[in-house]
T-cell receptor, first 114, second 115 residues
């Protein structure tokens, strides 16, 4: 079936630097692409999403970029902090009656070095 | 709101035993999802309910798994008999609807270990 996947399993960055986490997707029919943060011992937490008709969306210290030409999604975190250490998942959803619910990628572990 | 509440947080059981995981969704959310998370397969959707009715159980691994939602505030995921390969973290999530990602809220999960 169609899937959402990640390029890198682990990303290590210095505190204060910017982080970029990448994701490839294959379902062109997805309406939303989403980034989740999962801290140890907790469930996934919604960070930001982007509709399929957009190419950029900004939140607080985070920016999501969508490139539909190459089916690529990225999450940029500005000025990373120790609290950003977590596993980050991309996900997609097809809200128009296709696949039900969220489909997740396998995750990237972001490690913040002091 | 206390969010989605799952119990127990941790469960260790012997192979062959019955295991029941519990979930209380956020009040007013019409959708409830059960996910399983493993290192090898990531987060997989097992089953979801709309207004207490199971809609899609195609992700349930096999007949040993069953899920119920007797009312809007409670759901169970049962494994009988359990096997070591069922060891995983099981998440429950609830949502106001299917189409808007920000509506989904996950519980803290139940870590199941079958020995």
């Amino acid at each position: 079936g169609e899937s959402v996947g990640l390029h890198l399993p682990t990303l290590s960055v210095q505190e204060g630097d910017n982080s970029i986490i990448n994701c490839a997707y294959s379902n062109s029919a997805s309406d939303y692409f989403i980034w989740y943060k999962q801290e140890s011992g907790k469930g996934p937490q919604f960070i930001i999403d982007i509709r399929s008709n957009m190419d950029k969306r900004q939140g607080q210290r985070v920016t999501v970029l969508l490139n539909k030409t190459v089916k690529h999604l990225s999450l940029q975190i500005a000025a990373t902090q120790p609290g950003d250490s977590a596993v980050y998942f991309c996900a997609e959803i097809e809200s128009g009656g296709g696949a039900d619910g969220l489909t997740f990628g396998k995750g990237t572990h972001l490690i913040i070095q002091p | 709101d206390a969010g989605v509440i799952q119990s127990p947080r941790h469960e260790v059981t012997e192979m062959g035993q019955e295991v029941t995981l519990r979930c209380k969704p956020i009040s007013g959310h019409d959708y409830l999802f059960w996910y399983r998370q493993t290192m090898m397969r990531g987060l997989e959707l097992l089953i979801y309910f709309n207004n207490n009715v199971p809609i899609d159980d195609s992700g349930m691994p096999e007949d040993r798994f069953s899920a119920k939602m007797p009312n809007a505030s409670f759901s169970t995921l049962k494994i009988q008999p359990s096997e070591p390969r069922d060891s995983a973290v099981y998440f429950c999530a609830s949502s106001l609807g299917l189409g808007f990602p920000s509506w989904y809220t996950f519980g803290s999960g139940t870590r199941l270990t079958v020995v």
